[in-house]
Every structure is written in structure tokens, then in C-alpha cells.
């Protein structure tokens, strides 16, 4: 497989000093975590990557991801790391490494011209069937990449109409004084700009209702603690019961009222 780097830097054999701002945090999950700038080159590498991946970090920071790794991993991978330098959601795949012989579980985050790379391996994909074991393993992947973002990760459970918002994402970005707390449906809802609010909604049950997607995405305003509103763009992974009933969504709410105004500039 032949990959080539995103810009046309010299992306050889390149030594970074080994920091990290979150890396108390990052070294805490019991996830893989690693990340990598715009020429795959290698930022940082967990100890949980290490174990899992068997490369050491020693060995690794300073270096291309593709190189180290070009005569085992699958096409598919490159695929999807490549397209999340493209899009401001955070990519989730489930994908069999051969060369590994285990599942992984992978969610990938571009933000600050760095990609971040959270994953978990297994024997066993996540079915679909066991809907609590499949929450389980995206609320933590979700953790260990929004913990060094600026966004709010949050948990829908759909049955009894309630958020539990997640980690103070909410009060860090809205100014919310709600952390590890739940919410009634309604209390979004009413915070989600009346012009939206009917759009979005009616968009929402229709995925909800056909069963079909695995994945809910949407932009739309939504009012911060202050009163003032805020572009957002929310995505969220759909799970299903044995019986193909949308039971929770989890995921995470990004503001980008920046990149909004920045548009509308120009």
C-alpha cells in the first residue's frame, strides 16, 4: 500500500520532543490514544498502545504512522484516518486488523491541525445486539478524544427522554453548570433556536423512526447560559435493541460559531 502525506512536506524520520498537554489524562485511558500532525507524523503514543499495537513510543514519536506500519494495516484504515483531516465530526469504524488478529474499535478527531486517535481491540466486533456493551465502548472511545477538545459529550437515553451531559463539556463551552448530571429532553430542546428547533427535531425522528442509520448529524443554533446563541454541529452514534428499536445515541456537540461567522464574512 502507498500513502502519501497530506502536504507536500518532507515527511521522513522526523525526532519531536515527547509532550503532551493531556498527558496525565491520556495515560489514564484504558484505551489506545495516540495522535498525529498533517504529515502522519507521530505526536504522541499511550501506553496502552503501546501494549496493544506492541511498538513503544520511544520508537515511534518523530515518525511517519505509515511508514512503521505500511506491510500490515488494512487499506480501510488509511481510508478513514485520511478523511477525518477532511471533516470537523469525529469518524467512527469497527474494522478486523488480519496482521493483528483482533477487531478494533476506532474513533479518529481532527482538530487543531492534529488528528486524534482513540481505540479499543477485541476478539469479537460489538453487535449490535448487545446494545449496553456498544454504549459502553463509545461513551469511553468519545471520553478519551473529547477529554482534549474544547467539545460536550453527552448521552441520550430515548426511552426516558433524558441527556446526561457529560464531563462539564456544557459548562466549559455554554457556561451550564450541569457536569455528569441528567437533563430532561425538553431543556435541550428548548435551547435549540426556535427558527431550528421544528428542522432539526422533525429530521431526528425520522432516522429514529425508519431504523435505518447508525449515525445522527445536524447543525443548528443553540441558546448558551448567557442567552447569547451559538452554531453548533452535533453527531451522535444510534443504538439499537435486538429488535432494531433506537434505545440511547451518544455523542458529541461541537460550537462553530467561528467557522459560521468566518463563512458568512466571505
Not at 170 to 177: E, I, P
Request: aromatic content about 14%; some cysteine.
Amino acid at each position: 500500500m502507498t500513502v502519501k502525506p497530506l502536504t507536500n512536506k518532507d515527511t521522513g524520520k522526523r525526532r519531536h520532543k515527547s509532550e503532551y498537554p493531556q498527558s496525565l489524562f491520556a495515560e489514564s485511558f484504558s484505551n489506545g490514544f495516540f495522535t498525529v500532525d498533517q504529515d502522519w507524523i507521530v505526536k504522541y503514543w499511550n501506553k496502552t498502545t503501546e501494549s496493544l499495537l506492541g511498538v513503544q513510543a520511544k520508537d515511534i514519536i518523530g515518525n511517519n504512522l505509515w511508514e512503521t506500519f505500511s506491510a500490515s494495516i488494512p487499506s480501510d484504515f488509511y481510508a478513514v484516518y485520511h478523511n477525518a483531516f477532511l471533516t470537523d465530526i469525529p469518524p467512527h469504524f469497527e474494522e478486523f486488523w488480519t496482521e493483528m488478529g483482533a477487531w478494533f474499535n476506532v474513533i479518529t478527531y481532527y482538530c487543531q491541525n492534529t488528528l486524534s486517535v482513540s481505540f479499543r481491540s477485541g476478539s469479537q466486533p460489538v453487535r449490535p445486539e448487545h446494545p449496553e456493551q456498544q454504549l459502553k465502548t463509545l461513551i469511553e472511545l468519545y471520553r478519551s478524544v473529547i477529554v482534549v477538545t474544547s467539545d460536550c459529550l453527552w448521552e441520550w437515553n430515548l426511552a426516558n427522554k433524558e441527556f446526561l451531559w457529560i464531563d462539564g463539556g456544557h459548562k466549559r463551552v455554554f457556561g451550564y453548570q450541569i457536569e455528569n448530571a441528567l437533563i430532561p429532553q425538553t431543556f435541550w430542546e428548548s435551547r435549540v433556536h426556535p427558527e431550528d428547533r421544528e428542522r432539526v427535531l422533525t429530521r431526528l425522528n425520522k432516522i429514529i423512526t425508519q431504523g435505518t442509520d447508525s449515525v445522527w448529524e445536524d447543525e443548528y443554533r443553540f441558546r448558551r447560559a448567557n442567552g447569547e446563541y451559538a452554531h453548533v454541529h452535533d453527531r451522535g452514534q444510534i443504538i439499537y435493541d435486538g429488535n432494531n428499536c433506537a434505545i440511547r445515541i451518544v455523542g458529541a456537540t461541537q460550537d462553530i460559531t467561528e467557522r459560521k461567522l468566518t463563512e458568512d464574512r466571505l
